[in-house]
């Protein structure tokens, strides 16, 4: 986000919704309709504030009993002489979609109440975790890698949790983790974790740790108050999800599969006419099978077109020809499956927090009658 010298955002009062300290891409900015999502124009989710970093005296801190090279600190050069990765990923937050509940589901949840505008695409620059972890003398028998953020410790009701972490198992750490320096081909801007920050594809927002100023690595497990009191799910059925008396379970890692349509909501369209809908969908750790549209209100269901790349942890564009017969108020949805088998339900259970809406998404639209609409 650009934000003036007083530090207050710069957004031509349309491209976000504004929550708090976070602001929510909207889709309703019609010229947002890119592959990518334009750095300005990104989501932010800050717990407290961006910190002012001096890369010059910065350092990445590699420490624990799960390196032998004992404790390393690199600076930022040091990081880019390992070497140099870019690729295309989705980057979205836990609670994407929460209003939604209570919107659909009637399931008021607390918590930032996003529609759908907390997830964006963008290509990042930085060296794989693996590299750097291998760099420090990794041990075979470590297991988790926690990285801590530089923001201020995060205070809620009285209560200091300290700075932002939480732990990544090794398995996730060695596979497509990414210490980042640039998005969009330019250094990460201050809400976007300058001068460092994890992206961790396919996973829940939080695991991408912002403003990186330390990796532990452990041959024992533990935990934060992020994944215990936050980003895990409780409410009824959750706390032993799978019954295996095993809570570890309830801990979110993978993100669903979504879609949405790019039409914001409310759009007009012509009774009689071809309008192309147009959206796109994703999933957590995997690409799209397919995406089906209802203009029935979810009677009959028909395949759009995928348009464009289609990689594991990105969005696909879809689209799909539709002449709406008679006017009215029509409800649009669409359902994605992935490559993994996974399709969007009618409905999800919830959960206290409002995390992982992925129930299929109803989008209204008002359809008008051909002669209500002057010929230019
Ligand atoms: N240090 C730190 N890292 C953080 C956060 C934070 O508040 N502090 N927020 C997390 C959450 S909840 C999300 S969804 C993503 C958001 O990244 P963005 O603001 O670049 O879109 O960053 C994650 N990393
Ligand atoms: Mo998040």
């Known amino acids: 986000m650009l934000r003036d010298p007083d530090g207050n955002p710069v957004d031509g009062g349309k491209w976000f919704t504004h929550h708090g300290t976070d602001v929510e891409t909207n889709w309703a900015a019609t010229d947002l309709l890119s592959y990518r999502t334009p750095t300005e124009r990104f989501f932010v989710r800050n717990h407290t504030t961006a910190p002012e970093i001096d890369v010059a005296s910065w350092r990445l801190e590699v420490w624990g009993d799960g390196v032998d090279g004992g404790p390393m600190a690199y600076s930022l050069d040091e990081l880019k002489a390992l070497g140099e990765t870019t690729y295309d990923r989705a980057l979205e937050c836990t609670g994407n ?33 693996r ?16 990285p801590v953020g530089l923001d201020p410790s995060y205070v809620c009701e009285g209560t200091d949790y300290g700075h932002v972490r939480r ?36 996973w829940v927002g939080i695991a991408s740790i912002k403003w990186l100023g330390s990796l532990e690595v452990a041959t024992t497990r533990s935990e934060s108050p992020w994944s215990t009191k936050w ?40 009774a ?61 949805r ?11 339900p009618d409905r999800v259970p919830t959960n206290d927090d409002g995390y992982l809406f992925w129930a299929v998404v109803q989008h209204p639209v008002t359809v008008t009658s051909s002669s209500s609409v002057p010929v230019a």
């Not at 979609?97 to 996003?114: A, I, K, S, V």
């Open 167 to 202: 732990p990544l198992p090794i398995e996730k750490a060695l596979d497509d983790v990414l210490v980042a320096w640039e998005m969009n081909g330019a250094p990460l801007e201050p809400d976007h974790g300058f001068p460092v920050r994890l992206v961790v594809p396919g």
């Open 131 to 146: 590299t750097v972890l291998e760099d420090a003398g990794l041990r075979d028998d470590a297991v988790q890698v926690m």
């Open 231 to 270: 980003y895990r799910m409780h409410g009824p059925g959750y706390d032993d999800p799978d019954g295996t008396g095993d809570p570890q379970a309830a801990v979110l890692d993978r993100m669903p599969v979504k879609s949405l349509m790019d039409l914001p909501p409310g759009s007009e369209v012509v």
């Open 272 to 332: 009689g006419r071809l309008t192309v809908l147009r959206g796109r969908a994703w999933a957590g750790d995997a690409t799209i099978a397919a995406v089906e549209v209802s203009t029935d209100d979810g009677q009959t269901w028909e395949e759009a077109t995928l348009t464009g790349p289609n990689e594991r942890s990105c969005w696909v564009e879809w689209e799909h020809p539709w002449t709406p017969a008679a006017a009215g108020d029509q409800v649009i």
């Open 334 to 344: 669409t359902r994605a499956t992935d490559s993994s088998g996974r399709t969007q």
């Open 97 to 129: 979609g929460r209003r939604l509940y209570d919107e659909q589901q009637g399931e008021f949840r607390p918590g930032t109440q996003w529609g759908l505008g907390a997830i964006g695409l963008a290509s990042w620059t930085g060296v794989p975790l």
